[in-house]
């Protein structure tokens, strides 16, 4: 007990699934592994650059690669594919001539399509981007949680916890602060709980945000 490990990698096989689908030899497991990190950084990178968003959100909650022989299939999970689909064929496949670009793909087909989700404020990666969006905007750090909180509420979720890190409104020496509304049972491996760890720079410097969202038993 009391040692530390991430939800998601501790519910692997029951509630949780990888994000990464395919299989290689183990020699080149690494070259995979960097392939997929190339792949989502080159989206978000993508999203950031081309989307003025006036909250600062891309609103990206996960991305999805399966890999084949012949093909590359990504799926991104976005809370509001309308920012993507704006100019829906210009953009996805600007999007996906920018992927092949990088990894230089010449043998293999590479396929991208955009899901939207229902309640996108009830996923830890875009409720951290808003918290975010409050820090940098410099709105107090309990403010931002609450507000969090209460749009996480309307998305029907059964708990929440909320933990920032770092020099907090500035002051001289980091602490950590969370809050939390309802259950958040990490101890249940049958408990489907999503988690995210998220890192904001401010003018003060970095500060981590670590969001667990009890979605479901």
Known sequence: MGQKINPLGFRLGTTQSHHSLWFAQPKKYSEGLEEDKKIRDCIKNYVQKNIRISSGMEGIARIEIKKRIDLIQIIIYMGFPKLLIEDKPQRVAELQMNVQKELNCVNRKLNIAITRISNPYGH???????IAGQLKNRVSFRKA????????????????????????????????EWIREGRVP?????????????????IYGVLGIKIWIFADE
Do not use: W
């Open 186 to 202: 990490l101890q249940t491996i049958e408990a489907k709980i999503d988690y995210c760890a998220y890192t904001v720079r401010t």
């Open 145 to 176: 949680m609450k507000k969090a909180i209460e749009l996480t509420e309307q998305a029907n979720t059964k708990g929440i916890q909320v933990q920032i890190a770092g020099r907090i409104d500035g002051k001289e020496i980091a602490r950590v």
């Open 124 to 130: 830890p990666n875009i409720l951290a981007e808003f």
